[in-house]
């Protein structure tokens, strides 16, 4: 059982900056693809950004250009660094890890967007 642990949300302005965290509980090169999702409110969780374990990188078209995904294999943690925030943005941020089948879920952590 991989535990996945995410931080970094909090309250913004829009055109403000967050970095999302994701720490997990063994080494990620052990997991096939790491990403990012978010559900906003009243609407279905959707995919924003992943990285596989070779290091390609793909981005949803809505964030892509705000948000970049990275990782730092030593410390076992995956980081969504959004820019450009913008009031849609505001949902909670959920992190994913793929291995052998399994999708593993943080418990999501709130971003929220607004003047």
């Known amino acids: 059982q991989v535990q996945l642990v995410e931080s970094g949300g909090g309250s913004v302005q829009p055109g403000g900056s967050l970095r999302l965290s994701c720490v997990a509980s063994e080494s990620i090169l052990a997991l096939e693809i790491m990403s990012w999702f978010r559900q906003r409110p009243g609407a279905q969780r959707e995919f924003v950004a992943r990285?596989?374990?070779?290091?390609?990188?793909h981005t949803s078209d809505s964030v892509k250009g705000r948000f970049t995904i990275s990782r730092d294999t030593a410390k076992n943690t995956v980081f969504l660094q959004m820019d450009s925030l913008k009031p849609e943005d505001t949902a909670i941020y959920y992190c994913?890890?793929?291995?052998?089948?399994?999708?593993?879920w943080g418990q999501g952590t709130q971003v929220t967007v607004s003047s």
């Open positions: 990285i596989t374990r070779s290091a390609g990188i």
């Open positions: 994913n890890g793929i291995r052998a089948a399994e999708n593993y």
